[in-house]
């Protein structure tokens, strides 16, 4: 069992940067790859960047490369996401999650953080 809590969200300006942290609890935090998705108003819930176990290997969306970096430190088991250059159309609800599946299907990962709000004013 892993519990995960998100925090770092808020209110940014078009431009302008947010550092997500997930911080884990609970069993073998290290052996699960890590994912971050995100949810609009009306929209589903999508991939945005994921890292393997060992962080040794990252992935991430078209709309997030070049932007967006995800880490994780797993000896104080908590991964990050590093958002710059932030639009208006990043504004979503931002989940980690922990899975050992595949990295890109939101089916695949087994425990999810509440969510926390990432708001971008134009």
């Known amino acids: 069992q892993v519990q995960l809590v998100e925090s770092g969200g808020g209110l940014v300006q078009a431009g302008g940067s947010l550092r997500l942290s997930c911080a884990a609890s609970?069993?073998?935090?290290?052996?699960?790859?890590m994912g971050w998705f995100r949810q609009a108003p009306g929209k589903e819930r999508e991939f945005v960047a994921a890292?393997?176990?060992?962080?040794?290997?990252?992935f991430y969306a078209d709309s997030a490369k070049g932007r967006f970096a995800t880490s994780r430190d797993n000896a104080k088991m908590t991964v990050y996401l590093q958002m710059n250059s932030l639009k208006p159309e990043d504004t979503a609800v931002y989940y980690c999650?922990?899975?050992?599946?595949?990295?890109?299907?939101?089916?695949?990962?087994?425990?999810w953080g509440q969510g926390t709000q990432v708001t971008v004013s134009s």
């Open positions: 890292i393997t176990w060992s962080g040794g290997s990252t």
């Open positions: 609970g069993r073998a935090f290290s052996t699960y790859a």
């Open positions: 999650a922990a899975g050992t599946g595949s990295i890109y299907l939101r089916q695949d990962y087994d425990y």
